[in-house]
């Protein structure tokens, strides 16, 4: 087993941070793990990304260069990283503010959710990128969404827990959308 | 044994407060700065002291002090910064100081870019500053192996009263992996540095620590003495990890990052039927020869693949001496050959022996 999720966005979108519990819930999971950022420029605005290697074996090689998931929070990421899924590959996209109408080819899934409207619902916008996390979750079972939230506890420092309900919600909502569009025809791996 | 993610940058800081280095002297640069950024706030936690110098000129001098004093003293930077710190380098190599330097290497030359690189290998390995010294360079390529390798940098500077290069890249610095952090056990006894200007009390006689010998002769006798502490690490200091070598007829060499996406290559080339293996040179300098004799018997090509446009190729020519062809592939500025790039290319040089 070895997916290689590259998540992406705008920077402020929690993107980095996300990655991170990915890489913290895998590992206590008792996965092998890599977490490698963008640190370019693009970190002083604009794009921001993050590649999270999830493994049952030893990592060989923690760069992230044709993802097996891609999870995109805008419209850049969406086309800048869509094309660059591995054949097979699952793109969850964050539909209220990204759209992907032309056709993807490769047998590669499009699963598009409302993430900014699910967290704006939720009461925090900036919880969004975990509901595509929990979707992704859902969809590929690598890790028990109950790891994810306990993961949480180690990833946001102290005084941003009063978070933690709202990133568990996101996390939740996310989940039940994908599972949910399963059954209208997103096959699961 | 507990493990937590931590990135590269802070295992190289974790790294040496646990060999007992209580000393930094550094000037911040991308993509390093979160190593000083970590000692800033765990150095005092411990009893030791980090400064943030004016520049680097000064840190690597600051280094020379606190090196002459006997401390375990450190500095970081990222490739330009350690260009400035060259003259610095010569002269506690020249002065037998124990310290270790760090250097998170970016694109150049010149200013270059913040992106990962590995085009200082010859600056690491083959001088960098003036005369003829030599530098101790490890390469880890994980996060778990820069804390590892920490602690022997700082043995080995000791030991040999050398400085001793670690380089990673921008990649090593900036990714997190999982690593095994014991609980923290404290002071460490270190071994008596005699030698050290700490005083003349209870010693009646003044150390001198100096790297200026006016006299042709003397300072062709300090060479020679030099050149003997470099052979006894070439006899004693050679370190490499193999993977896939037995049997292997293509035989990749990288190290640091690279060494990742190699391997990461050569398990691709074998599920294709190609008996591909790897070297990784763990110590740059001096450079591991034995796993490149292991190999000769079955090996009909070497690959290197570096983050540069050619540079530990050399030493490898330099190791396999015409016996077997040496190919090389590389990209640079801060281009990271992906694993598809490297299999392909290895795929072609397969296909022309």
New interface residues.
Partial sequence: MLEEVLLAGFGGQGILSAG?LL??AG?AHGL??????S???EMRGGTANCGVTLSDRP?????V??PTTLLAMNQPSLDKFAPKVKPGGLIIYNSSLARWDGELGLGRRLLGLDATAQAEAIGNVRVAVNVLVGAFIALTQIIPLERVKEALRVVLPPHRHHLIAANEKALEVGASLALAKVGEGIALR | MP?V?MKGNEAFGEGAIRAGCRYFFGYPI??QSELPHYLARRLPEVGGVYLQAESEVAAINMVYGAAAAGARVMTSSSSPGISLMQEGISYLAGAELPCVIVNVMRGGPGLG???PAQSDYFQAVKGGGHGDYRLLCLAPSSVQEILDLMGLAFDLADKYRNPVMVLGD??LG?????VELPPYSGELELPPKPWATTGTAGRGTRNIINSLYIEPEELEAVNLRLRAKYQRMEEEEKRWETYLLEEAELVLVAFG?MA??A??AV?RLREEGIAAGLIRPITLYPFPDAPFHAAFSRARAFLVVEMNLGQMVEDVRLTVEGRCPVHFYGRTGGV?P???EVVNFAKEVWQKL
Avoid: D, K
């Avoid at chain 1, 990592?59 to 760069?63: G, R």
């Fill in positions: 991170m890489a913290q590992m092998h793990v890599a977490w490698i950022p640190y370019g420029p990592i060989s090689c923690p760069l260069t044709e | 493990r993610l991308t993509p870019n913040i992106a921008g990649i900036q990714m997190m992996e999982p990052t990742r996406v391997r990461a398990e990271v992906t694993v598809a």
